[in-house]
């Protein structure tokens, strides 16, 4: 099928392995993609690759966390080319360590500031933006892990469940306005994150692959877009089966942390 390609594009944490893949895949001719991300050198790089397909690419070192400066981005800045596009990819992930020492509070912290607080800083910035407008579509990065929390990384199953829950919120809020908000609930991408992640990684696909689903799923306006099908199954029943069974099923499975 062909999709419908956004003239102007943000896509946060653009030098990790699935914004690359997305970066890539959106860039061509009269395309202009803001790539942001903390990595200068690796941004830069992103870019080349996506000028190399005649895209038009601004790139944005900008540390989501500090939300001040966030703010003033978006308001300063961003104001002046609305994109028609943004992903919320940016994202870390954390488990309990060797040996079982549990998640550092620390950890923890940077963890909650980046997956949930940068996300919603983010929307919240915008949508006054997409709202004058009365057009935008904003796809936040979730995860299956949003529908049962895995016992070897709870935070960041939490992070992902509070994206999953906004998002769908604030879909039902603006749908009659024309902004289209789309949650994002991959399996497990082929990444250094994917395999810093204790346990199987089962249905594992390539960023590329997992790009183009996406891409798909947000030209349909997909309220959600969940992928590969047979984790999505397993992991939603895990969601409506009694708690027990389904704990009892994650350490058969070794996930139980």
Known sequence: MTVQIPKTILITGAT?????????YYAAPDVHLFLQGRQQDKLEQVATRCRLREAKVTVVILELTDIVA??????HTLSL????????NA???INHGTAQRGEQWAEIDALLDVNIKATFALVNALVPLFRARGLGQLALISSLAAYYGLPVTPSYCASKAAIKVYGEAMRGWLADEGIHINVVMPGYIDSPMAEAMPGPKPFMITAEAAAQKIAHGLAKNHARITFPLPLNIGTWWLMVLPASWSQLILKKLHYGG
């Not at 966030?70 to 308001?75: C, E, K, P, R, T």
């Not at 080319?81 to 919320?88: E, H, N």
Request: no cysteine.
């Open 81 to 88: 080319d609305i994109p028609d596009l943004v992903i919320a």
């Open 91 to 93: 994202g870390i992930n």
């Open 70 to 75: 966030l703010q003033q981005w978006v308001n």
């Open 16 to 24: 990790g392995e699935l914004g690359q893949a997305l970066a890539l």
